[in-house]
């Protein structure tokens, strides 16, 4: 039987404990794991903000990552499509936050959500750090 191929998306800036547990769930739903990591340019134009750790900072920290087998960088969201198939991926998970969004590729695989860790979210995360950190002395 060829092995199973997931594939998911994501940021992953300032990564946190609940990037690990959905990659480590993600990876539950097969063989491999292939992560597509936001380009910095997507990333901007969905959140309106840079990520705090560039683009190759993020690949790099996601590639490291034990249940990871492959990591590129996504380019566009109108390009789902795409991506599963070059990779092959026979399913496709992505956090509940997205819940519905993505069955328009179901006929290419099968779709996923996942529901995310409570409580931790990297702008809930950056939002702390800068509330919290010190004032600059003068």
């Known amino acids: 039987m060829a092995a199973k191929t997931v594939i998911t998306f994501g940021t992953f800036d ?13 990876a539950a739903h097969g063989d491999q794991l292939v992560v597509g990591v936001s380009s910095d340019a997507l990333n901007f134009s969905k959140k309106g903000r840079n990520p705090v750790f560039s683009q190759s900072e993020r690949v790099e920290m996601v590639s490291n990552l034990k249940v990871v087998d492959a990591v590129f960088v996504e380019e566009s969201l109108e390009l789902k499509r795409d991506y599963i198939t070059q990779f092959g ?50």
């Open 14 to 26: 300032v990564l946190h404990v609940g990037h690990i547990r959905v990659l480590n769930r993600a």
């Open 89 to 138: 991926a026979d399913v496709l998970v992505m956090g509940d936050d997205w819940s519905g969004k993505f069955d328009f590729v179901s006929d290419l695989c099968d779709v996923v959500y996942l529901p995310r860790t409570p409580s931790v979210s990297t702008t809930a995360i950056i939002e702390h750090i800068v509330t919290t950190r010190p004032a600059p002395v003068a």
